[in-house]
């Protein structure tokens, strides 16, 4: 990517990204702040453009109407979660296919059925690119992806059933499935994408803001040590910032700034995990590096076929 870059700078393209963040949210924070840092590294332009959490859908379609339209720009992300008076697909379908370096538009998405296009969706892609990092033959291997979100789930699925003969079987269970354990005690590769204690947390604290009375809830990981299989092999997809620890009035414990401390965990016991698997992502440090190395990779792929 650094080469790439510094070849494109030359000739007088330098590979510009341009993120757009709708309002605040932690895990998208943690994201951002990767992007610019990598972005300086490799030598590709970055801009975050922070709108308003009230800004309107037509107003957010223009500002990404006119990053379409601006020849410097190459590469255009939305930030996710949006405020829910945006409805995500719709901005995603109007990022232009060429310069929608996450791989969303249903352009670049329809590519993935017939074995990828110029760009592939992200964080799937970082986590696909981490299992074929371990160089296991998947040919008779049994899959597991927890989580069918278009950004991630379903993708990572889709990239498992790329080759003709030697993908492995691929299970995709959600938020419905009766007995996860049932899925993932048998399998050799679980990629785990839900985001479970952080959406517990989110409910819990909105209901203690609200004055009820409600028990402190367990946020413990979805994907204990006991549900996964010998010498698996675990990509933790998931990002969830939680409290470290609560008090007896049910808040969480302070930080020496008098702050909420919390942690950044994944989806799975990572401690009991890696005594057993073969090999683990951590959380942070695992898919979220490798997602934004992927952003680069699209930028650059982007940069050469806009030319
Ligand atoms: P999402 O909310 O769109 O989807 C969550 C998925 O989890 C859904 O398919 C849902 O059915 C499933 N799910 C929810 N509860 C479940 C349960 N109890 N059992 C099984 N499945 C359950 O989320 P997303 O955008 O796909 O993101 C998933 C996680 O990945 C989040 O923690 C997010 O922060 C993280 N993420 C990380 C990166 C990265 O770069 N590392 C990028 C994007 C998302």
Known sequence: VIEDAAALTAAGRQPHLVAVQVGENPASKIYTN????????AGIAYDLLELDDAISQDDLLAEVQKLNDDAGVHGIILQMPVPPQVDARVVQVTIAPEKDIEGMHPENMGRLFYGGGVVSPCTAAAAVALLKHTETDLAGKEAVVI????????????????????????RVCHVA???????????????????VSQAIWRGYN???KAGEDVAVPSLAPLISGDMLKEGAIVIDVAINRIPKGFDEDGMPVKNEKGKNAMKTVGDVDFEAAKEKVGAITPVPGGVGPVTVAMLLKNTIACTKALA
């Open 34 to 41: 990767m992007q610019k840092k990598s972005c300086e590294a």
């Open 147 to 170: 989580g069918h979100s278009e950004i991630v789930g379903k993708p990572i699925a889709m990239m498992l059933l790329e080759s003709l003969r030697e993908s492995p079987t691929v």
């Open 177 to 195: 499935t009766k007995n996860l354990a049932l899925h993932t005690r048998d399998a050799d590769i679980v990629f785990v994408a839900a985001g």
């Open 206 to 208: 909105k209901k203690k």
